[in-house]
């Protein structure tokens, strides 16, 4: 069974940074797009960043845009996303996601919370 479990969430203070990381297990990734998804409460899922088997990035969120960093290490099967200088409005829970379709992922991990103290 594929997992994803991602760690490093967390309360930080606006401006500060956390580092998220998603171990991924159970499956063979070839060709899958790691990435995150974020959910703030009565928000609509949203994608956050993604970083494909060739190791380009992608990130469509202008707020995002210039603060968060995607990667993977695909021997390893590990994802990470660094963000730096937090908001406030980034707080939510933060999905780990892999599947050959970034947008439209075939697995989830639980999630973590990070919250943005204001």
């Known amino acids: 069974q594929v997992q994803l479990v991602e760690s490093g969430g967390g309360l930080v203070q606006t401006g500060g940074s956390l580092r998220l990381s998603c171990a991924a297990s159970?499956?063979?990734?070839?060709?899958?797009?790691m990435g995150w998804f974020r959910q703030a409460p009565g928000k609509e899922r949203e994608f956050v960043a993604a970083t494909l088997w060739s190791g380009v990035n992608i990130y469509d969120l202008d707020s995002v845009k210039g603060r968060f960093t995607a990667g993977r290490d695909n021997a390893k099967n590990t994802a990470y996303l660094q963000m730096n200088r937090l908001k406030p409005e980034d707080t939510a829970v933060y999905y780990c996601t892999a599947g050959p379709r970034y947008r439209n992922p075939d697995y989830w991990g639980q999630g973590t919370q990070v919250t943005v103290s204001s």
């Open positions: 159970g499956g063979t990734f070839n060709n899958y797009a």
